[in-house]
């Protein structure tokens, strides 16, 4: 903010500059000073639409308030796509699928496994996962999806939730560094240099987008889950990367890749409903 607040006193004084040395100041002087008052108008517009300056993240929540503040006002409420889903197994073979998903952020996610009248999915909502087999419900248990967190809710709730979150998950957001990831600057929170295991989130630097996180693998404490964020794509409004890739202990074991992407299709809450599973669907 030190620049912006700059802006007006460095125009005042220009414009007292120019008027006091207007008759010796030449014509070409004139025109590069209004150029220089210009682009600092500019540099101070740039750090307004980025929400928060560079200068000003200093640990994972200030760059959780960035991020917020940067899509806040142009990323999605509700998003749905058709999903390739690839299981690639240990005898080097894979298995695919074509699963539906929908969102309805924050917070809400469905997912179709196979044709939708078979009963088979997954509904995140209301801070719970509830299973689907056959048409029969699991019973619901406690679960915050941290890749719909990080990659989605983060641009469309309260940044206080989003921290909450993620403290409650056990991500240390008081670290912070920079490194690179596939030739870009990133953010990493919750990890020091070197360490691959803690648990940590990446973020591009340049346009704030969530492109990897590591855990211990939910199944195998003892292993280490690397979930990567790929492809991104500009939609109307916000962003989404359409290639997922799952690796565990450094080995890539699922990939979702994701087509007829639409952004702020008009759904019913009730697909999200638990009970309504069998009989709501949005699926074309």
């Known amino acids: ?3 912006l607040n700059q802006v007006p006193l460095r125009m005042a004084r220009l414009e007292w500059f120019y008027k006091l040395d207007k008759k010796i100041i030449s014509g070409d002087m004139q025109i590069r000073m209004r150029r220089r008052a210009v682009l600092i108008l500019v540099a101070g517009c740039a750090l307004l639409a980025a929400g928060i300056p560079a200068q000003e993240i200093r640990d994972g929540e200030t760059l959780l308030r960035a991020m917020h503040g940067r899509y806040q006002n142009n990323w999605y409420e509700t998003l749905t796509f058709t ?3 690839t299981t690639h197994n240990d005898d080097g073979t894979d298995t695919s699928e074509i699963w539906h998903e929908a969102m ?16 088979n999915g997954m509904l995140v909502a209301n801070g719970a996962r509830t299973s689907f087999q056959n048409g029969k419900a699991s019973d619901p248990h406690p679960f915050v999806h941290m ?37 870009e600057a990133v ?6 240099k070197g ?15 969530f492109v990897r996180m590591i855990a211990p693998d939910r199944r195998d ?41 639409q952004t702020n ?14 009989s709501q669907h949005w699926e074309k």
Do not use: C, H
């Not at 360490?195 to 987008?209: A, Y």
């Open 104 to 119: 309805l952020l924050p917070g809400k996610l469905r997912i179709d496994i196979g044709a939708p009248a078979d009963g």
């Open 221 to 261: 404490a003892a292993k280490t889950a690397d979930s990567r964020f790929a492809d991104y794509r500009q939609l109307p409004v916000g962003w989404v990367a359409a290639r997922v890739e799952f690796f565990v202990a450094g080995k890539n074991v699922f990939t979702e890749e994701y087509s007829e992407i």
């Open 147 to 183: 890749l719909l967190v990080l990659g989605f809710d983060v641009y469309r709730q309260p940044t206080q939730a989003t921290v909450d979150q993620a403290k409650g998950q056990g991500f240390d957001l008081t670290k912070l560094r920079e490194d690179s990831w596939d030739g």
């Open 195 to 209: 360490d691959l295991n803690s648990k940590q989130f990446w973020v591009e630097k340049k346009r704030l987008l």
């Open 187 to 192: 953010y990493v929170v919750g990890g020091d």
């Open 1 to 3: 903010m030190w620049l």
């Open 83 to 85: 999903q390739k889903s």
């Open 265 to 278: 299709p008009k759904l019913d809450r009730a697909i999200f409903d638990p009970r309504q599973f069998n």
